[in-house]
């Protein structure tokens, strides 16, 4: 990661940024896996390397010393199912909530990102392919 990445997770974990009300906002409706299309998945895959899901969980998303694998079926805050990450994505991850305490930073709620119900959907589905190659 280069020092801009570092930058930028240094600045939303001191700024303590929520963005448009996620984290006390009520969760949106979410979609089924059946639901899931190439193109959603395409927009969700557009939105994770935009920096901040990136940045934690790396291009492929086998995550890094900031952030855990997301490719693999061991899910830290979820039971890894499409629901159980939509939450995570919109609600964040405090640190005090980490089953893993060497992590250094929190995830922010939306993961940095300002997400509405489209985007938070096709974030977490994204994330949710990464683990559920068929």
Not at 61 to 79: I, K, N, R, V, Y
Request: hydrophobic share 35%; glycine share 12%; proline share 4%.
């Amino acid at each position: 990661m280069g020092k801009l990445g570092i930058l930028f997770i240094l600045a939303m974990a001191a700024s303590g940024f929520i963005a448009s009300g996620q984290g006390t906002d009520p969760l949106p409706e979410g979609i089924s896996e059946d639901e899931i299309s190439d193109e959603l998945l395409a927009q969700g895959k557009e939105l994770f390397n935009q920096d901040a899901c990136v940045l934690c969980h790396g291009a492929d998303g086998t995550g890094s010393d900031m952030a855990p694998d997301l490719t693999d079926d061991e899910w830290l805050h979820s039971q890894g199912d499409l629901d159980g990450i939509r939450r995570t994505v919109w609600y964040g991850v405090s640190k005090e909530q980490f089953k893993d305490k060497s992590r250094p930073y929190e995830m922010n709620p939306g993961g940095g990102l300002d997400l509405d119900r489209d985007t938070l959907n096709a974030v977490a589905a994204y994330a949710w392919s990464l683990s559920h190659k068929e």
